[in-house]
């Protein structure tokens, strides 16, 4: 798929933004459903199954959109500071195909669901345990094989070494860090 990221004609970049949409989208919703505030959305009784539901697959979809758009600025920076000439939709691309994992991870998010039902979404639910903990290893599992897939991405679709791709990918990963910690302690 990576290679084929290098196909800019107007036939093919519009044959990938249906695919890429709906694994922004899912790709956020079981990112969303990992963070401490959908954890715990079913602590408010006024929040039945339908409310979480649509508030998940809203915040998620819109977490998704945030995270295409400002991961791929922040990945197309890391690139450029190398030497790529690839366009800014490329580089976004590249991040949306290699979040196909965490996309898949919905299915383990559903599986969970099915095993500890309404206490998945509830603070110190039965899923807090043991079987709780399986589950984020595989999510996180998932993370780094996506992790893995922009590496290759970045260095199939941009034809670099393994170092000069892991160097972009690192760069693009510390900027990261530092603007979710900065956004933190503003907000804290």
Known sequence: MFVALRDTTDKSVA???EPILAITVLAGIAGI????PMERVMDNPDVDW????????????LYGLVVYWAGGAILHWAVR????????RRNRQILAFSAVPIAASLVVELLRLAVYGSATLK????DSGAGGIAFALVEL???????AL???????????????????????ALLAAVIVV???????
């Open 182 to 188: 900065g956004l933190a302690l503003i907000g804290a």
């Open 141 to 147: 599992g998932c993370v780094a094989w996506s992790l």
């Open 81 to 88: 500071s190398l030497g790529s000439t690839g366009s800014f």
């Open 33 to 36: 459903v990992w963070t401490r």
């Open 150 to 172: 922009v590496l290759l991405g970045i260095r199939t679709t941009h034809g670099w070494s393994w170092g000069r791709a892991a160097w972009a990918l690192g760069s693009a």
């Open 15 to 17: 044959d990938r933004s």
């Open 50 to 61: 339908i409310n979480a539901m649509i508030l998940i697959y809203l915040a998620g979809a």
């Open 123 to 126: 603070t110190g639910g039965a």
